[in-house]
Each structure stands twice: as C-alpha cells, then as structure tokens.
C-alpha cells in the first residue's frame, strides 16, 4: 500500500501509494503514513496500480500534505489512475486542490 524510498542523498522521499485505498482500508494507509520520516525536504507522491479508491483517501492524503507544508516541505504528485479514478478527482474538486498545494 505504501512504499518508502529515499533518494542517495536523503533530501527527498518517493512515497508510492498502490492498490486498496478505499475506506476499508484507509485506517492501514493513515498508519503507515504516520510512520514516514519528517526529515526530508522533498516529498515526491506516486500514486499508481490503485484497484480500489474512494473520497477517503483524498482527504487522508490531504491532511498528510497539509502537515507537510506546514513544515515547510516540498511537494510534488504523480497521478497514474484509470478514467474512473480520475474523474472521482476531479468531480470531486480534489484535482484543482492537489495542485495548487504542488504549486506552493
């Protein structure tokens, strides 16, 4: 679900996020989340291979993102979701949300 790698010279983190996200399991993701070191000041999410998603999971990452900036930590995002995935992003508003906070 998530997958830690740090760059060579520990200034960024490639957080990938795959597979079930939907609220069944969000309280593993929320976790695993809290377990991600504060330390770097790049923060680089790729979110890719998702087979379940719902509106749970933007609101999670968004809390984590929102904490990340509040730390003054860079970000920057990687959407690879099928159609439907994509369009729950956008109706939803959470597209023009994750980038404007990219942008900052």
Do not use: C
Not at 25 to 41: C, F, H
Not at 76 to 104: A, D, K, P, T
């Amino acid at each position: 679900m998530l997958e830690i790698r740090k760059s060579d010279d520990s200034s960024s983190l490639n957080l990938i996020i795959t597979g079930d996200v939907s609220v069944s399991q969000i309280g593993e993701l929320q976790t695993s989340l809290m377990s991600v070191p504060m330390d770097a000041s790049n923060y680089h999410f790729q979110i890719e291979k998702i087979e379940n998603l719902d509106l749970s999971f933007f609101q999670l990452l968004l809390a984590f993102t929102r904490k990340l900036l509040s730390l003054n930590k860079r970000l920057n995002f990687e959407w690879n979701l099928v159609e439907e995935y994509r369009r729950i992003m956008e109706e939803s508003g959470f597209s023009n949300v994750f980038n404007e906070l990219q942008s900052i």
